[in-house]
C-alpha cells in the first residue's frame, strides 16, 4: 500500500501520510502524518488568532482508530506560533482535542462505548487503565456538551439531593419538559441558585422561565424570586405533605391534640404518608423527619391534592 492509500484511509482532513512502519508481531501500524500542501493556515490553540508562518515544529504521538487487528499510532508534525498575545504556542489541530496521547476519533469511540457498557467493560475492550476511560468519557461529554442544541428552559425544576456527610447537599436544576438534568452545584444554599442563573443563562433566558418546581426551601424561592422575574413557584406536592405531617407529629408529640382524635380527623381524606405518620402501632419518639420523608406508594400520586391537604392542614392547632 502507498502512503496516499494510507492518506485516504486515514482520512485526517488536511493531513497526509508520508510514512508508515508496519510491525507484523507487535500488530502496530505507525503512519507519519504532516499538513498537505495548501494547509498552511496555523491557528494559536490559545485564543484562536490566524498564522500564516510557524515558530517551529516537533512530533507528537497519539493512539488513533485501530486498523483490523493492527494497533495505530499516528505521528503528527505540529507546528508552534509566536503569538503576540500566548507567545509561543502549539497549533490548534482538530484531531487532538487534549494532551492526551489519543486522537480525536479515538475518544470519541470510547465516549461513545461508555454510553452502553461500564467503564471496565471499555477499559478491557481499548486496553486501557479504567482512569483513563474516566478521563477521555469526561472530556468526550464536555466536547458533546459545548456544541449539541440545548432545549430553552421554560419549567424548570430545583431539587437537593444529600451526597453524603462529606458532599452534604448539591443543588440539581433540571428541564422538567425533557426530563434533562442540566446543572449541579454543590450545598443548597441561595448563592447556589444564584450561581445557576448568573453564569448559565442570558436574561432573555432568565426571563423565559415560566415556573418552577420546587420544595419548600427558602433560599430556593428567595433566588428565583430574584433572577427568574416571569417566573411562578410550583411546591411539589410530597414536600407540602411532608411539612403536613411534620405539624401534625409536632402537635401530638406536644400533646396538644389526642391521638385517636387526629386520627379521626384525617381518616376523611388522608394520604398514605400521613396514615403512616398517625400509625398508632408506631412509638410516638420516633423523630417526626424519620416518618415523613418516607416514599409515597405510585397509587398516592394520583389523589388530588386539594380537599386532601385541607384536611391535614385545617387542625385547629
Ligand atoms: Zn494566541
Redo the contacts with the bound molecule.
Sequence with gaps: MRDNEFTRILDWPGYRVFRHEIDETAKTLRLWVRRKRGNRKLI?S??G?KFGDAHDYYQREVRDLPWRKYRTTVIIELYRVC?P??GV?VEKVPQLPSKAPFSKDFEDAVGLACESASVRQVARQFGLAASTVRAIDLRYLKRWSATRRKDRLEQMGVDEIYFGKQMKFITVVSNLETGEPLWFGQDRKQETLDEFFRTQLSETQRKRIAAACVDMWRPFTNSIAQWAVNCRIVYDKFHVLQHANKAIDEVREGGVLPQRWAHARCSEGQTLAAVDALDESRPAKTPAAKRAVRPQSAGDESLPLKGKLGALVDLPL
Design positions: 494559536c490559545g485564543c488568532r503569538c498575545e500566548c504556542r
